[in-house]
């Protein structure tokens, strides 16, 4: 199930906040664990068990780290071993199979395996959470429940943000309720959700016009690459919206997973704005075991070609995912070698050359194969004896001005600071405040059926981080 | 404070209201089974078993249950198409536009291949059928809206020259009329594919005096009651103004029978059984049929047509009909030419082979 679906909005959701607020305060975790379950079932009914699995190897593993300490460094071992193994076998061991094959020439079987949704997710919850009860930041989870109930729970299972057990441990036993938490979680789920089908899914049907163009052109190449990057950003963080709206509407407070990453002026601040979770994360359990910057200089940048690597695996399992990775350490490199310095003295050198960066490493990423990747690449910049312009890519240009504008605005942090400066005015004029008041809850319910009409029309809906 | 625990409790009632108001909406109303503005079955409540639930076929079924039933789904469409259109500025929604109030829907580019597959359909048609034992064999080509709204709105169209002379060159053994000269968006419906027959006189004047035949031109126009929305309507899900659909009728058409091979069944030309159903455009020799069989009594001439066509035949070759004592109408899209021979005498007749842009730009439905 997906959060931009109507079983999820009109039969699933309201049942399960109906059903949350009416239990007491200690049945909450079991209403959100079962509602979770089902949820995971409704997409992925056969690795619903594999995922419990995993919760019980994470339960059991972190309890023993906690209460015999003389053992915790196996037992930790031997949890990680199980997480990357479970990890390794779905998401990895084909893509070895067919990379071995494809280098040494030598025939092996053909691995099938269809990847479970979300594992990338909650496998990296579950590693986190026993590195940290074995570094003890953390005491172990007592309750299987509540355990199984912060791996699995729903708002956060498929498409992250990675929430680590550190961030939510207090809450998972008492959090608020209130109804400006709710309304805040409203505001965000809706929010998101209109980022992701108005916005993504529309971007998302021109990335497909491309794919079948038949007139290219150098524009049209370009209006893809756009396209590309804008819709990774637009659902991707729609989906972190739409998350820690539905955190908020149960009581937690989930990190935040998007900062404007595209006012970025360098790749090193992009990764500090882009996908906040996953970078902490190697950043923690990676790239400071490793040693991080407390090394010769050599081994320092190892760290982060490694670090990169292994998150553009974390992305996907073939190679132009790597090279993604290794793309952007290549800039992070120097970046630390040389060129922050100079960033730093024009804000816009700084901004085109992180947005042009980061638009061809999204050609990179939405490619089929480092061969597609590679072809566009060529044709942004001329190769290929194209035209420069051709009446269809006019026309796709024309018709998706607006929603490029519109998500371009919308990438800025323009308009949260218009609300914030409302939002503050709110207290001492009266007209902001009937205005605001009544506008907002009617601009969320337009919202809301406007999304809803995109949805029962069946467009294009699907999600890039779902199989992550 | 006050003021924030209002607003935020304003947030919460206006969701909520729309929220578990369409679910309770959907839940509590019946299943509709078909979409009269989409011309199609609506899900129903899917099959639940362990069978179902295991291979995931239940959830993907239900998914598409909500959709159909969703409550006001046809305006739910409109909201989507008048966003798309009015606030996002799109230059089309799934593939239809708007131009002059008229609706049409993209079709580019043109496909050598499909253009080359239905050129060896009618070439096999011809060397099976035709070729030594027929009288003439012609060849229209009718254009679709794009070829009037297109390219000067802006629109990707089909290069139609191109189109027409691919075609020409390949089907060297027909003799074209070109209608193009006579047609202009007027003649077509505002919210269907297909031209008006009220406006084609000219057009079916012209193949008629190509064919060494000549039409008195003269009609009576008569109207339907019941207003007729095109195919594009409901796919289109916009608020516009339904259409009157017209019919010609004279002598000869009031007189002659059509024999339907598939149902076994005489009727008139003009299907006013269908008249009243959810295509009235199929009004016209009843839409869609296989083979058809025009006798005229009336007739002043035994001279006899065969027209392969599309559904923009089915308006025209009424018009036709004073002119020959027998037209069979044959529809390669639904019935296979190796069976022709079991049903038709080739003998003499004139042949006219009457196709849209559209179908022969999408020609994998003609079978060989």
């Not at chain 1, 049907?205 to 038949?214: K, N, Q, T």
Request: aromatic content about 16%; proline content about 3%.
């Amino acid at each position: 199930m997906i959060f931009s679906s109507i079983p999820f909005l009109y039969y699933f959701l309201p049942a399960v906040i109906l059903l949350y607020f009416a239990v007491p305060g200690k049945k909450k975790n079991v209403v959100l664990l079962l509602a979770s379950l089902v949820f995971y079932a409704w997409g992925e009914l056969r690795y619903t068990l594999l995922m419990l699995v995993m919760i019980t190897q994470g339960y059991i593993l972190g309890r023993l780290i906690d209460s015999k300490r003389r053992w915790s460094k196996f037992f930790l071992t031997t949890s990680v071993v199980i997480s990357l193994g479970v990890l390794g076998y779905f998401k990895y061991a084909g893509f070895f199979l067919e990379s071995f094959a494809a280098v040494t020439g030598i025939a092996v079987p053909v691995l099938k395996v269809t990847l479970p949704i979300g594992i990338s997710f909650y496998t990296f919850q579950v590693i986190s959470y026993v590195i940290d009860v074995y570094r003890g930041t953390v005491a172990a989870q007592k309750s299987y429940i509540d355990m199984a109930m912060y791996i699995s729970m729903f708002p956060q299972l498929i498409a992250g943000p990675i929430v680590r057990y550190s961030d939510i441990e207090g809450q998972l036993r008492t959090r608020e309720h209130s109804a400006q938490k709710v309304a805040q979680g409203i505001r965000r789920f809706i929010i998101g959700l209109s980022k992701k089908v108005l916005i993504a899914n529309q971007l998302g049907e021109l990335i497909d016009a491309y794919g079948s163009a038949s007139e290219p052109s150098v524009l049209f190449v370009w209006l893809y690459a756009v396209a590309c990057t804008l819709q990774i950003y637009f659902d991707f963080s729609g989906y972190s919206d739409m998350a820690i709206g539905l955190g908020k509407i149960f009581g937690f407070d989930f990190p935040e997973n998007f900062n404007y990453p595209y006012i970025s002026k360098s790749i090193t601040e992009f990764w500090r704005r882009w996908h906040m979770s996953l970078g902490t994360w190697f950043r923690d359990y990676v790239y400071i075991p490793l040693g991080g910057n407390r090394v010769k200089k050599w081994r320092w940048f190892l760290n982060i070609l490694i670090v990169w690597a292994l998150t553009g695996l974390w992305h996907g399992a073939a190679w132009n995912f790597v090279v993604w990775g290794l793309y952007m350490a290549f800039f992070l490199i120097l970046e630390k070698l040389f060129l922050l310095p100079l960033l730093k003295k024009s804000r816009v050198l700084g901004h085109v050359y992180t947005m042009l960066l980061v638009l061809i490493s999204f050609v990179i990423f939405s490619a089929a194969n480092m061969a597609d990747a590679g072809n566009v690449i060529a044709k942004m910049f001329g190769a290929g004896g194209l035209a420069a312009v051709s009446g269809e890519s006019l026309y796709y240009l024309r018709s998706y001005a607006v929603t490029f504008l519109i998500a371009v605005f919308g990438s800025l942090p323009v308009v949260r600071n218009l609300f914030a400066g409302l939002e503050r005015k709110m207290p001492e004029n009266r007209v902001v405040n009937v205005i605001y008041t009544v506008g907002e809850p009617l601009v969320l319910a337009a919202l809301l059926i406007l999304v809803t009409g995109y949805l029962v029309d069946g467009s294009f809906n699907p999600f890039l981080y779902f199989r992550f | 404070m006050r003021k924030y625990i209002n607003k935020n409790t304003i947030v919460i009632f206006v969701a909520a209201l729309c929220i578990y108001g369409l679910s309770l909406w959907g839940i509590i109303k019946p299943d509709e089974s078909y979409s009269y503005s989409e011309r199609r079955g609506l899900k129903a409540f899917p099959k639940l078993s362990v069978q179902t639930l295991q291979s995931g076929r239940f959830m993907e079924d239900f998914e598409k249950y909500t959709l159909d039933q969703f409550p006001m789904r046809d305006t739910m469409r409109m909201v989507k198409a008048v966003g798309n259109y009015y606030l996002f500025g799109r230059k089309d929604n799934n593939g239809l536009y708007l131009v002059d109030g008229y609706l049409s829907k993209l079709e580019y580019p043109l496909s050598e291949k499909s253009l080359e597959y239905a050129a060896e359909c009618f070439t096999l048609l011809y060397e099976k059928y035709l070729e030594g034992n027929v009288n003439a064999v012609y060849g229209v080509i009718v254009p679709d809206k794009n070829y009037f709204l297109a390219a000067v709105n802006g629109y990707p169209s089909l290069d139609y020259d191109r189109f027409y002379s691919i075609l020409e060159d390949k089907l060297d053994f027909m003799d074209f009329i070109d209608v193009r000269d006579l047609l202009s968006i007027d003649d077509y419906y505002r919210t269907d594919t297909h031209w008006r027959q009220e406006k084609i006189v000219d057009v079916a004047e012209k193949i008629a005096d190509a064919m060494g035949v000549s039409l008195t031109g003269e009609y009576t126009k008569k109207q339907l009651d019941t207003p007729f929305h095109g195919v594009y309507y409901g796919q289109a899900a916009l608020p516009i103004a339904a259409e009157t659909l017209y019919y010609l009728e004279n002598d000869a058409i009031k007189n002659s029978t059509v024999y339907d091979y598939e149902s076994g069944k005489t009727g008139a030309v003009y299907d006013m059984e269908k008249a009243a159903g959810n295509d009235q455009y199929e009004t016209f020799l009843s839409g869609s049929r296989s083979l058809l069989i025009i006798d005229n009594p009336t007739a002043t001439t035994d001279k006899e047509l065969i027209v392969f066509r599309d559904s923009f035949g089915s308006s025209l070759t009424p018009l036709l009909i004073e002119a020959y004592s027998k037209i069979t109408i044959v529809d390669i899209r639904y019935l296979s030419p190796s069976y022709l021979g079991k049903f038709i005498d080739f003998n003499g007749q004139d042949v006219l082979f009457l196709y849209s842009t559209l179908v022969l730009n999408n020609s994998d439905t003609l079978k060989k």
